[in-house]
Nanobody, 126 residues
Framework: QVQLTESGGSSVQAGGSLRLSCAAS????????LGWYRQAPGKQREMVAV???????KYIESVKGRFTISRDFAKNMVYLQMNNLKPEDTAVYYC????????????????????WGAGTQVTVSS
């Protein structure tokens, strides 16, 4: 099992910044990929950013250039730096980990992302 604990969610005004943190513990040898997903009220869950063990970091198009995901292997942490936040970024953000996957679009469908944190709320007001 893998435990994931998010922190850093808050309410900010549009144009502001936040950094989300996720502490991972447990059987981390099975976590080839770490990332962030989000779900807004009334909307489907979507991938925000994923760091796979192989290949390049993946971002959803709407956050490219504004969000940066990073992973600290020594501390078992993963971060999401969010700049120039927009009201449409309002959602519950989940730290996610798993064995990862291959194939086009697989991370967008959360395939192989087996462990989820409880989530942290990000609210962006206009």
């Amino acid at each position: 099992q893998v435990q994931l604990t998010e922190s850093g969610g808050s309410s900010v005004q549009a144009g502001g910044s936040l950094r989300l943190s996720c502490a991972a513990s447990g059987n981390l040898w099975i976590t080839n990929a770490l990332g962030w997903y989000r779900q807004a009220p009334g909307k489907q869950r979507e991938m925000v950013a994923v760091v796979p063990d192989r290949g390049s970091t993946k971002y959803i198009e709407s956050v490219k250039g504004r969000f940066t995901i990073s992973r600290d292997f020594a501390k078992n942490m993963v971060y999401l730096q969010m700049n120039n936040l927009k009201p449409e970024d309002t959602a519950v953000y989940y730290c996610v980990a798993g064995r990862g996957c291959t194939g086009a679009g697989c991370y967008e469908r959360a395939i192989g992302m087996d462990y989820w944190g409880a989530g942290t709320q990000v609210t962006v007001s206009s």
